[in-house]
């Protein structure tokens, strides 16, 4: 019998301030399985950062929470059925500068203050043990993680009492 080989799709995307003066980050992602089962996850927290660190929060939140999944992996790769096949890993974003550095695979042109977030990002993708590839993708195909990163930009806006919302 041949292994069943399913994919799953991972969406990610962060947000910091309207400006770089401000001090808050939001990021989102979404996990999708063929079965058409999909979780998501969202938060923020307070630190100075650029658009692409952000960005990069989204990823290994959202890659924190496949290696968290990995025990389910051989159930959800055969839709239910216990298979050997091990499912391929999609990487969806619309930062073209995460999905060129995760696609680069060596830090050795990594800026140095996205270096810590590059190096956890690709270690997350080796211990989850999958094969994977990574594209990067519009706006409005991330739609859903845009808009759930940017309220949880606004909310950490709000609570630190820098928002203008």
């Not at 999909?38 to 290696?67: D, I, M, P, W, Y």
């Not at 992996?73 to 055969?78: E, Q």
């Not at 969806?92 to 696609?103: E, H, P």
């Not at 996205?114 to 043990?129: M, N, Q």
Request: aromatic share 6%; charged share 25%.
């Amino acid at each position: 019998m041949q292994a069943v080989r399913s994919k799953v799709i991972l969406k990610f995307d962060g947000s910091n301030g309207p400006t770089h003066e401000w001090n808050c980050v939001g990021w989102a992602y979404l996990i999708e399985f063929e079965a058409g089962l999909a979780l998501r996850g969202f938060g923020h927290k307070v630190e100075k950062s650029n658009a692409t660190a952000a960005e990069f929060e989204g990823l290994l939140h959202g890659l924190k929470r496949l290696q968290s999944l990995k025990r389910l992996r051989t159930h959800l790769s055969g839709g239910g059925q216990i298979t050997d096949g091990v499912p391929s890993l999609l990487v969806l974003g619309d930062s073209k500068a995460v999905i060129d550095l995760i696609l680069q695979r060596d830090s050795s042109g990594v800026k140095k203050d996205l270096k810590p977030l590059h190096t956890a990002s690709l270690k997350l993708l080796r211990e989850i043990g999958v094969s994977w590839k990574a594209e990067k993708i519009s706006k409005p195909k991330n739609k859903e993680c845009d808009g759930l990163a940017h309220a949880e930009l606004e909310a950490c806006l709000r609570e630190s009492g820098k928002g203008f919302f």
